[in-house]
């Protein structure tokens, strides 16, 4: 005996067939290459929290570092109200420092010789890391549907061949999600996927809002044998700060200074390599101190390399000339840490 047909039946399973899945109604209204410019250009702006027109925030940060696979656990905090106005601090088993910004003056107490590499390494990441966002000139190269465990995500990739660069966002907010950059070095056999290495890498992850502000609270790095993770425990704008926050501490020492220095002349050095290693290579970096006519004031080792190595090094920066950075009309002394000039070259197998 035939069995009717259910005309409702028919009609539900007609509306089934012509609904797109989620994912290909998704994938419809991905954003074109050049939205998806435009967005990325405007998330890494959101992650400036040190901009002149930014509200005062508090930052307190869980550190955990290693160097030539030895491990060690560490704190920082900094409370930032200004950019002329900040309090930076610093402290890990053998390291600790205290960085006081106050208008034209900038205030350095630490227990080591120079900035340690820990310190600079972290500071300059938090600084830094809004770089591996794509500029104006920068080309989409894939915009694409990727799914990050449960959570259906906009992806897309873009840097150059041996740099490559992805971010995700929301495709219900374009909040950002994750950001990896990296750069490869490729191996002189093949030249396959396989013979490639990593030379730096960078990722941002967990991002939260901060008012306007979207800022990643775990961001992890690897350069040279150096890995870095920093886990953001507390990330606030506030409005006032403790009262004495600001003072200068005892015994810290003094420097003339300003926010935005100008640079005047251009870095000359020798940059003929003093290692050739296997990558990712070992971290040889040094602490230097910039006089105020350009010329290597003090420096000391960071990370050495060896009594041979180091000596070379001081001669590079014995001949070295750097920028002058002026506050107005008036030069100041700055303080930067350099890396020995590296070749990373791999070995055939």
């Not at 890498?201 to 790095?221: A, C, Q």
Request: proline share 7%; glycine share 8%.
């Amino acid at each position: 005996m035939t069995r009717p047909i259910n005309i409702a039946t028919i009609v539900a399973l007609s509306l089934m067939l012509s609904v797109p899945s989620g994912s290909d109604a998704w994938a419809q209204s991905l954003p074109t290459k050049s939205e998806a410019a435009d967005l990325l250009q405007k998330a890494g702006l959101a992650t400036n929290l040190r901009a002149d027109d930014a509200p005062p925030f508090h930052l307190v940060a869980q550190i955990h570092y290693e160097l030539g696979g030895q491990s060690t656990e560490g704190a920082y905090e900094l409370s930032w109200a200004s950019p002329d106005k900040y309090r930076e601090e610093f402290r890990m088993e053998r390291a600790a420092e205290v960085e006081l910004a106050a208008g034209d003056k900038l205030y350095v107490l630490r227990n080591t010789q120079g900035t340690s590499l820990p310190y600079w390494t972290v500071r300059s990441t938090l600084r830094s890391f809004k770089n591996a966002f794509p500029g104006p000139k920068s080309k989409i190269k894939k915009v694409y549907a990727d799914k990050v465990g449960a959570e259906l995500l906009t992806c897309m990739d873009f840097g150059e061949e041996f740099s490559p660069k992805q971010a995700c966002v929301s495709p219900d907010t374009n909040g950002l999600v994750s950001l990896d950059s990296g750069h490869l070095l490729r191996g002189p056999a093949s030249g396959t996927a396989e013979e490639l290495k990593h030379l730096d890498n960078i990722s941002l992850t967990e991002f939260m809002d901060v008012g306007e502000k979207r800022y990643p609270t775990r961001i992890h790095l690897e350069l040279f044998d150096e890995k870095l993770e920093i886990k953001i425990q507390t990330l606030a704008q506030v409005t006032t700060f403790a009262e004495g926050l600001f003072t200068p501490p005892t015994g810290a020492v003094e420097y003339d200074w300003c926010s935005s220095p100008i640079e005047k002349g251009s870095k000359q050095i020798d940059n003929e390599p003093l290692l050739q290693q296997e990558p990712p290579g070992v971290a040889v970096a040094y602490y230097v101190l910039i006089g105020t006519d350009g010329r290597v004031k003090k420096w000391a080792p960071s990370s050495s390399g060896g009594k041979y190595v180091d000596e070379r090094e001081g001669t590079r920066l014995r001949d070295a000339m750097f920028p002058i950075h002026l506050c107005g009309s008036k030069a100041i002394e700055y303080e930067t840490v350099l890396y020995a000039p590296t070749l990373l070259r791999s070995q055939p197998k």
